[in-house]
C-alpha cells in the first residue's frame, strides 16, 4: 500500500447465541476502542422489544433501545430488523413494517451515518414456512418497504445485508430492480463460511454498489500459531473488493474465539488490516489513473475541437506508446533501406500535436541510419506556436511545420510513411479512418501508413455505478452518449470480441468531401453473441481496440492483449437506457453500427436475449440506441 492510501476502516458487531445484537452501543463501543476497530454496529432495538403496532405508529421505549443516543450514533452505525415483513399474516406484516419504519426514523433522528437492513427469514435461507408469504411476495413486500425507507431518508445510507452467494445476488438483484434501482440503496456483502466456489463467484458483486464487507468469525481459520486466517479462496475475494474502497466489519460472538495472549478479538482487525496493507502494489496504469477509476468523461471531438495544452501534457506522459511508435517507423526505414529503395524517405507526422511522434521520427532515422524529409501537419494553431517554437529551438531545417486539415492538404512531395496518433478508445471512434481516408493521397504508390490497421472489440458489462451516474443527469441524451472510462467496479460478460478492423491507406480510394454518401465506405455493422457464465444485468457496453502500428508491432487496450504500462487510453463505455437481466446458461446478442452521413459519424446500439435453447426473446430486447446520432455524434 502506497503512503498515500488511507487507511483500512474496520468495524466491530457482537452477536449474540441467537444470531441478534444485544449489546448496547456502549457496550460494543467500548470493545470496539480498546481492540483497534474504527467504528461499530448495533441494533436499533433489543430483540423483545422489536415488535410493531399494527394500528397506530411505533414510539420506543427507552429501555428497548440499543442505539439511543447521537453520542452513540457518532462511532455506530446501525442495524435494523426486518422479522415479520415477510410474514402471510396481514396484521403481523403491517406490524413488522411499522416497526422497520420506525428504526430507520430513530436512525434518521439520531443522525446514524448508515443504517444496515437485515434480509427477512424467508429470504435469507429456504423454508416451507406456511406463516410466511411465497418467496416472490416476500421479495416484493420487503423491496417495498426498502424503497419507502429510500424515499424519506435524508442523511443515513441505506444498506441491505446480503449473504455472498448466487442466491443472494438474485435476491439483491430483484429488491434493488423493485426498488428502481435508487441510487441510494447500498450494499453490505456478508462472506458465508464455504470452503469452495467458482472462481467468478466474487466478479459477480464487482460491478454492485459494496459499501461493506462483513466478515463472520466462524468463517475463519486458525493457523499453527492459533492465530485467525481466512483460507486462500478468501484472502483472494478480500484483495479484489478492498480495491472498490470499502469499509469491512467483524462479527463475531461476545466471547471471542480468539484467546487474549493472541490478541482476542482485535486479532481480526490486525489480520484484515495486513491483507490491505500486504496487497499488490498498483500497476502503472492504476497509478497514473488514480482518482479517474469508473469516472465518465466525454469523448474528444478532434475535427470540431482543438485541444487544451493539458489534455497534451495528458497523452505526452505515455512513454511506452511513443516507444512503440518509434520502433515502427525505425523498422519501416530499415525495411525501406534492406529492400534497395534509397536513403532519404519522406515521413509526414499527420496531427503532429506539441510533436512528440515528431522526436520520435527524428530518432528513429538516427537509429535506422537514414535521412528524412520532415513534415508534421497540424490543424491546432495554438499547438502550431509549440511546433514552431521547437522549429527554431531544437529540430531546424530537418523539419517542415505545415499548418492545415490533413484531409485539404495538398504537399509538395509524396511521403513514404505518414504517421499519425489519431487512434480513440474504440479505435475509430475519433475519426481516423475519415481523416486518413483524406490523407492517403500524400503517400507514393507504395507508401505505408503508421498504423496500418485497428480493430474496435466490446463485451456487455455490468456496472451499477456507472449505470447511476448516466441516470444523474436525468435525460435520454446522456443514456444515449459513450464515455471514456477508466473500469474498476464492472463485471464483463466475457472476454472482448473483434466487431469490425480498418486498413490504411486503401488502394484506389477516391474520397470527394462534403458530397452526399462520400463517406459510405467507412459505415459498418457487427452482431455478436455472448453466453451468460452466471446471472448478471447488463447496464452497457465495454469497447477497446487493438492496433498494428507495422508488421509485428501493436499497441492494444483490450484486457488480454494490453501493451504493459500503455496509460494512453482507457477504454469507452456504452451505456443503456434500461438494464438488461440475463441468466446463467443464456445468451444475449449485441448489435453495433458505425453510421455516417457528410456532416457526421455516430453509433447505434442494441441489446437482444436469447433462451438456453436460443431463441431471441424480442420483447426483452432494449431499444435501439442513439437513432440517427440524434444524442450523440462525431462532427465531420
Same mark, same amino acid.
Given at each position: 500500500?502506497?503512503?498515500?492510501?488511507?487507511?483500512?476502516?474496520?468495524?466491530?458487531?457482537?452477536?449474540?447465541?441467537?444470531?441478534?445484537?444485544?449489546?448496547?452501543?456502549?457496550?460494543?463501543?467500548?470493545?470496539?476502542?480498546?481492540?483497534?476497530?474504527?467504528?461499530?454496529?448495533?441494533?436499533?432495538?433489543?430483540?423483545?422489544?422489536?415488535?410493531?403496532?399494527?394500528?397506530?405508529?411505533?414510539? *420506543?421505549?427507552? !429501555?428497548?433501545?440499543?442505539?439511543?443516543?447521537?453520542?452513540?450514533?457518532?462511532?455506530?452505525?446501525?442495524?435494523?430488523?426486518?422479522?415479520?415483513?415477510?410474514?402471510?399474516?396481514?396484521?403481523?406484516?403491517?406490524?413488522?413494517?411499522?416497526?422497520?419504519?420506525?428504526?430507520?426514523?430513530?436512525?434518521?433522528?439520531?443522525?446514524?451515518?448508515?443504517?444496515?437492513?437485515?434480509?427477512?427469514?424467508?429470504?435469507?435461507?429456504?423454508?416451507?414456512?406456511?406463516?410466511?408469504?411465497?418467496?416472490?411476495?416476500?421479495?416484493?413486500?420487503?423491496?417495498?418497504?426498502?424503497?419507502?425507507?429510500?424515499?424519506? =431518508?435524508?442523511?443515513?445510507?441505506?444498506?441491505?445485508?446480503?449473504?455472498?452467494?448466487?442466491?443472494?445476488?438474485?435476491?439483491?438483484?430483484?429488491?434493488?430492480?423493485?426498488?428502481?434501482?435508487?441510487?441510494?440503496?447500498?450494499?453490505?456483502?456478508?462472506?458465508?463460511?464455504?470452503?469452495?466456489?467458482?472462481?467468478?463467484?466474487?466478479?459477480?458483486?464487482?460491478?454492485?454498489?459494496? /459499501?461493506?464487507?462483513?466478515?463472520?468469525?466462524?468463517?475463519?481459520?486458525?493457523?499453527?500459531?492459533?492465530?485467525?486466517? #481466512?483460507? /486462500?479462496?478468501?484472502?483472494?475475494?478480500?484483495?479484489?473488493?478492498?480495491?472498490?474502497?470499502?469499509?469491512?466489519?467483524?462479527?463475531?460472538?461476545?466471547?471471542?474465539?480468539?484467546?487474549?495472549?493472541?490478541?482476542?478479538?482485535?486479532?481480526?482487525?490486525?489480520?484484515?488490516?495486513?491483507?490491505?496493507?500486504?496487497?499488490? &502494489?498498483?500497476?502503472?496504469?492504476? =497509478? *497514473?489513473?488514480?482518482?479517474?477509476? !469508473?469516472?465518465?468523461?466525454?469523448?474528444?471531438?478532434?475535427?470540431?475541437?482543438?485541444?487544451?495544452?493539458?489534455?497534451?501534457?495528458?497523452?505526452?506522459?505515455? &512513454?511506452?506508446?511513443?516507444?512503440?511508435?518509434?520502433?515502427?517507423?525505425?523498422?519501416?526505414?530499415?525495411?525501406?533501406?534492406?529492400?534497395?529503395?534509397?536513403?532519404?524517405?519522406?515521413?509526414?507526422?499527420?496531427?503532429?500535436?506539441?510533436?512528440?511522434?515528431?522526436?520520435?521520427?527524428?530518432?528513429?532515422?538516427?537509429?535506422?541510419?537514414?535521412?528524412?524529409?520532415?513534415?508534421?501537419?497540424?490543424?491546432?494553431?495554438?499547438?502550431?506556436?509549440?511546433?514552431?517554437?521547437?522549429?527554431?529551438?531544437?529540430?531546424?531545417?530537418?523539419?517542415?511545420?505545415?499548418?492545415?486539415?490533413?484531409?485539404?492538404?495538398?504537399?509538395?512531395?509524396?511521403?513514404?510513411?505518414?504517421?499519425?496518433?489519431?487512434?480513440?478508445?474504440?479505435?475509430?471512434?475519433?475519426?481516423?479512418?475519415?481523416? #486518413? !481516408?483524406?490523407?492517403?493521397?500524400?503517400?507514393?504508390?507504395?507508401?505505408?501508413?503508421?498504423?496500418?490497421?485497428?480493430?474496435?472489440?466490446?463485451?456487455?458489462?455490468?456496472?451499477?455505478?456507472?449505470?447511476?451516474?448516466?441516470?444523474?443527469?436525468?435525460?435520454?441524451?446522456?443514456?444515449?452518449?459513450?464515455?471514456?472510462?477508466?473500469?474498476?467496479?464492472?463485471?464483463?460478460?466475457?472476454?472482448?470480441?473483434?466487431?469490425?478492423?480498418?486498413?490504411?491507406?486503401?488502394?484506389?480510394?477516391?474520397?470527394?468531401?462534403?458530397?452526399?454518401?462520400?463517406?459510405?465506405?467507412?459505415?459498418?455493422?457487427?452482431?455478436?453473441?455472448?453466453?451468460?457464465?452466471?446471472?448478471?444485468? $447488463?447496464?452497457?457496453?465495454?469497447?477497446?481496440?487493438?492496433?498494428?502500428?507495422?508488421?509485428?508491432?501493436?499497441?492494444? $487496450?483490450?484486457?488480454?492483449?494490453?501493451?504493459?504500462?500503455?496509460?494512453?487510453?482507457?477504454?469507452?463505455? *456504452?451505456?443503456?437506457?434500461?438494464?438488461?437481466?440475463?441468466?446463467?446458461?443464456?445468451?444475449?446478442?449485441?448489435?453495433?453500427?458505425?453510421?455516417?452521413? !457528410?456532416?457526421?459519424?455516430?453509433?447505434?446500439?442494441?441489446?437482444?436475449?436469447?433462451? /438456453?435453447?436460443?431463441?431471441?426473446?424480442?420483447?426483452?430486447?432494449?431499444?435501439?440506441?442513439?437513432?440517427?446520432?440524434?444524442?450523440?455524434?462525431?462532427?465531420?
Amino acid at each position: 500500500m502506497s503512503n498515500t492510501e488511507k487507511a483500512l476502516s474496520i468495524g466491530l458487531e457482537v452477536v449474540d447465541t441467537r444470531g441478534q445484537l444485544e449489546a448496547s452501543a456502549s457496550q460494543v463501543e467500548t470493545v470496539a476502542r480498546e481492540s483497534g476497530y474504527s467504528f461499530a454496529a448495533v441494533s436499533i432495538v433489543r430483540r423483545d422489544g422489536a415488535r410493531g403496532a399494527s394500528n397506530g405508529p411505533v414510539v *420506543f421505549n427507552p !429501555d428497548q433501545l440499543l442505539l439511543a443516543t447521537a453520542e452513540d450514533a457518532s462511532f455506530a452505525i446501525g442495524v435494523a430488523s426486518s422479522r415479520g415483513v415477510d410474514a402471510a399474516d396481514d396484521v403481523v406484516r403491517r406490524g413488522a413494517i411499522q416497526l422497520l419504519d420506525a428504526q430507520a426514523n430513530w436512525a434518521n433522528h439520531l443522525g446514524v451515518a448508515a443504517l444496515l437492513v437485515t434480509l427477512p427469514g424467508s429470504l435469507s435461507k429456504k423454508s416451507d414456512d406456511t406463516t410466511v408469504l411465497p418467496f416472490s411476495a416476500a421479495v416484493a413486500n420487503f423491496a417495498r418497504s426498502i424503497s419507502a425507507l429510500l424515499s424519506r =431518508a435524508s442523511y443515513t445510507q441505506i444498506l441491505l445485508r446480503i449473504p455472498l452467494s448466487a442466491n443472494g445476488w438474485n435476491i439483491w438483484n430483484a429488491v434493488r430492480s423493485l426498488c428502481g434501482h435508487s441510487p441510494k440503496l447500498q450494499l453490505a456483502l456478508e462472506f458465508e463460511n464455504i470452503s469452495t466456489a467458482a472462481n467468478d463467484t466474487i466478479n459477480q458483486w464487482m460491478a454492485e454498489p459494496v /459499501k461493506l464487507v462483513i466478515l463472520p468469525t466462524d468463517m475463519f481459520l486458525f493457523n499453527k500459531k492459533n492465530y485467525p486466517v #481466512l483460507s /486462500k479462496m478468501h484472502q483472494a475475494w478480500c484483495r479484489s473488493i478492498m480495491n472498490l474502497n470499502v469499509q469491512f466489519l467483524i462479527s463475531s460472538p461476545p466471547n471471542s474465539p480468539v484467546s487474549p495472549e493472541n490478541g482476542g478479538i482485535g486479532a481480526y482487525r490486525l489480520y484484515i488490516d495486513n491483507l490491505y496493507k500486504t496487497r499488490p &502494489p498498483l500497476s502503472a496504469v492504476d =497509478a *497514473f489513473a488514480r482518482g479517474y477509476d !469508473d469516472y465518465l468523461q466525454a469523448p474528444l471531438q478532434p475535427l470540431m475541437d482543438n485541444l487544451e495544452s493539458a489534455t497534451y501534457e495528458v497523452f505526452e506522459k505515455d &512513454p511506452v506508446k511513443y516507444q512503440e511508435y518509434e520502433n515502427a517507423i525505425e523498422l519501416a526505414l530499415k525495411d525501406r533501406v534492406a529492400a534497395g529503395l534509397r536513403n532519404v524517405f519522406v515521413v509526414m507526422v499527420f496531427g503532429a500535436g506539441r510533436g512528440p511522434l515528431v522526436d520520435c521520427a527524428l530518432r528513429a532515422a538516427e537509429k535506422a541510419g537514414c535521412t528524412l524529409v520532415l513534415y508534421a501537419l497540424e490543424k491546432n494553431p495554438n499547438a502550431i506556436v509549440i511546433l514552431q517554437t521547437k522549429k527554431q529551438t531544437r529540430w531546424g531545417d530537418a523539419v517542415t511545420i505545415v499548418h492545415s486539415d490533413m484531409r485539404y492538404w495538398e504537399p509538395p512531395v509524396k511521403a513514404d510513411i505518414l504517421v499519425s496518433e489519431l487512434l480513440g478508445s474504440f479505435g475509430d471512434n475519433e475519426l481516423s479512418p475519415e481523416c #486518413l !481516408d483524406g490523407a492517403q493521397k500524400v503517400l507514393k504508390p507504395d507508401g505505408i501508413s503508421i498504423p496500418e490497421s485497428y480493430t474496435a472489440f466490446l463485451t456487455p458489462i455490468s456496472s451499477t455505478k456507472l449505470y447511476n451516474d448516466v441516470c444523474s443527469y436525468k435525460d435520454l441524451a446522456h443514456l444515449e452518449t459513450p464515455y471514456v472510462v477508466k473500469f474498476k467496479a464492472i463485471n464483463s460478460i466475457a472476454e472482448p470480441v473483434p466487431v469490425w478492423t480498418f486498413t490504411h491507406p486503401q488502394p484506389g480510394l477516391e474520397v470527394n468531401l462534403g458530397t452526399k454518401d462520400f463517406n459510405i465506405h467507412n459505415t459498418r455493422y457487427s452482431h455478436t453473441s455472448f453466453e451468460a457464465k452466471q446471472d448478471l444485468l $447488463i447496464h452497457g457496453i465495454a469497447g477497446y481496440f487493438e492496433s498494428v502500428l507495422y508488421r509485428h508491432i501493436h499497441l492494444s $487496450i483490450n484486457p488480454s492483449t494490453h501493451s504493459p504500462d500503455m496509460s494512453s487510453w482507457f477504454p469507452i463505455f *456504452f451505456p443503456l437506457q434500461v438494464p438488461l437481466h440475463v441468466s446463467s446458461g443464456s445468451h444475449v446478442d449485441v448489435h453495433f453500427w458505425r453510421l455516417t452521413d !457528410d456532416r457526421k459519424v455516430w453509433y447505434e446500439w442494441a441489446c437482444v436475449p436469447r433462451t /438456453k435453447s436460443g431463441e431471441s426473446i424480442l420483447g426483452g430486447a432494449s431499444e435501439i440506441h442513439n437513432v440517427g446520432g440524434r444524442s450523440s455524434w462525431i462532427g465531420l
